[in-house]
């Protein structure tokens, strides 16, 4: 028996299974608002140095602000003033002659910096002076949160095969919030540094976790459903940081409303189920007993929930290495594993260098930052609820194929458009992010479905690793235009492309029953369930029937 009959018998997407996805879905909220929160508590907002102690003595008078300021401060080519350098005494000539000031002397800011808090009540660079010669650790903030998320994705991804998937997704909830409540009450940068590495390191579980537990409780017909509603999550989180930003302008406040939610999701955890199949696939029949018999009678199946029996359990999985405790390396110690990590790896690089990097790079639209935010979030919906369709349609392998190429395509007709014409450079970049958005759904779904229960949450979890690798790769190929202003757009189209080639190499998946162990994908299995071959004969009928 498999197992996908047993989750159709008991309602494979029912009051049970909603009210799973209704769960993860605050707490994946969180997720893309600690993304992309560096975009608002590490912006640097204009500045000056502090001249007050030029005027110790009272020589200052009468004057007003802007003709302290006009001889205290050089300006710049383009009239506003100089954002680190002062003249190193007051040049009061300049009231009446506004002659060059390139020639006068001036120093580096001797008392601080005043900032225009008109935007912004306070940021990382207005708490730490992170401006001048520091600011270049406003980006590093960014890049330390992200690093700790590559290594977070990798660890939790092990702790969920090992221990299973509720125990780990409670260990991120908690020291999730631990962490970044730490670091919003940080003393020093140092310190929100290190606070900031094991936020990422941590919180980055609860989306690898979410994902796989989400689609291993559903049935075939409605994991495009569930992926869809697990990718808008994200979506929403990215459209709602910007509302939330626009009321809480004050970095620390900012760190612990977005970090919120998570806080409600751990109340709820108790009612999140443990994955069935993990349970029966490690020998714990009875525990998997449990929530089967949980569900059936939640979504109304009392019927079949007396029929089924724990010792029954045990014949869903003929496997003789249920006990066996998997690891990374299992990805790569079969032939056909080590092609399967290969080239999802490579795909989830390449969709996040295309897809951050589009991001980073869409400009033009002459919004502020928080409607720019809203608008970066909002043009996701349309191309996230496609892939319902397309899913469906055409399959996850060449939804996959055809939105990396269209993503390149896009990245390459803005290589030969002229930059003066910005309207419909960002135009074309827009639809590029669409494109990239909606490959990234996808294939989180799809390599869900590719890899064996067994491995699922380690291959998420090396999955993942390579994501972030990518999201941080993504500003140091925008740094590429110092080298030759097109180079960061080929870049990225090409990469996108490569992703989309890859892509085709994968076996498709839609309407197949998810593989359960290495022999499942090796095709050593004695009676094997054909994955990835014919689409299953139950669907058939049941398509054939509606």
């Known amino acids: 028996m498999k197992f996908e009959d047993l989750l159709t018998e008991i309602n494979g997407f029912g009051r049970f299974q909603m009210i799973n996805i209704c769960i993860s879905f605050i707490g994946r909220f969180s997720l893309p608002c600690h993304f992309l929160l560096s975009n608002f508590i590490a912006a640097i907002p204009s ?14 008078g009468n004057l007003t602000q802007e003709d302290r300021l006009t001889v205290s401060i050089p300006a710049q080519e383009d009239g506003t003033l100089a ?14 002659n506004s002659s060059s000031t390139t020639d006068l002397p001036v120093v580096q800011c001797q008392n601080g910096w ?38 977070g994705a990798v660890l939790f991804g092990d702790l969920s095969d090992r221990f299973g998937r509720k125990p780990a997704l409670l260990v991120s909830y908690l020291s999730g919030i631990a962490f970044a409540v730490a670091s919003a009450f940080s003393s020093s940068f140092i310190m929100f540094a290190v606070f ?33 509603i697990d990718s808008l999550g994200w979506t929403f989180g990215i459209t709602g940081l910007s509302l939330i930003a626009f009321y809480v302008r004050d970095w620390r406040w900012l760190t612990v409303a977005i970090t919120s939610p998570v806080l409600l999701s751990t109340i709820l955890w108790w009612w999140v189920p443990e994955s069935a199949r993990w349970l029966i696939v490690h020998g714990k029949t009875q525990k998997a007993h449990y929530y089967l018999h949980r569900c ?40 056909k594993m080590r092609r399967l990590s290969l080239f999802t790896g490579t795909i989830w690089l390449c969709v996040a260098i295309a897809t951050y990097g589009i991001s980073l790079n869409i400009t033009g639209f002459g919004l502020d930052i928080y ?38 395509i896009s990245l390459m007709i803005n290589i030969f458009m002229p930059r003066d014409q910005w309207v419909g450079r960002t135009v074309v970049a827009v639809l ?6 909606a490959a990234f759904a996808t294939i989180v779904l799809y390599s869900s479905e590719l890899y064996p229960t067994v491995l699922r949450q380690n291959g998420l979890g090396y999955n993942s690793f390579m994501g972030r690798l990518g999201v941080a790769l993504a500003p140091v190929v925008l740094l590429l ?24 190499q994968l076996p498709e998946t839609r309407g197949k029953c998810l593989p359960e162990t290495i022999e499942d994908i090796e095709g050593t299995k004695k009676n094997p369930i054909k994955h990835y071959e014919k689409k299953d004969e139950a669907e058939k009928v049941t398509t054939n029937e509606k």
């Not at 996701?380 to 496609?386: D, H, T």
């Not at 590029?432 to 958005?437: H, L, M, Q, T, V």
């Open 47 to 60: 500045h000056h140095c502090n001249i007050s102690h030029l005027d110790a003595d009272g020589i200052f």
């Open 83 to 96: 954002s680190c350098l002062m003249f190193s005494h007051p040049q009061f000539h300049l009231l009446s």
């Open 114 to 151: 005043e900032y225009d808090n008109s935007t912004f009540i306070s940021t990382l660079a207005t708490q730490w002076d992170l401006v001048c010669d520091n600011s270049g650790l406003n980006k590093a903030a960014a890049t330390v949160f992200f690093v700790g998320s590559m290594f």
């Open 196 to 228: 900031r590495f094991f936020t990422g390191f941590t919180i980055t579980g609860i989306i690898t976790i979410s994902s796989v537990l989400n689609v291993e409780w559903v049935d075939i017909q409605h994991r495009r459903m569930v992926r869809v």
């Open 296 to 335: 059936a009678v939640m979504n109304r199946r009392d019927n079949v929930s007396a029929s089924i029996q724990p010792e029954a359990l045990s014949s869903i999985f003929v496997t003789d290495t249920e006990k066996k405790m998997f690891s990374y390396l299992d990805l790569i110690k079969t032939p």
């Open 371 to 408: 409607m720019t935010q809203f608008v970066y979030g909002a043009i996701e919906i349309p191309a996230k609820l496609s892939i319902y369709y397309l899913l469906e349609k055409i399959g996850r392998r060449k939804t996959s194929t055809i939105t990396l190429l269209l993503a390149g």
């Open 432 to 437: 590029g992010k669409g494109f990239s958005a």
């Open 481 to 504: 235009d110092s080298v030759w202003g097109y180079l960061p757009q080929i870049t990225l189209c090409s990469v996108a492309l490569v992703g989309s080639f890859v892509a085709w």
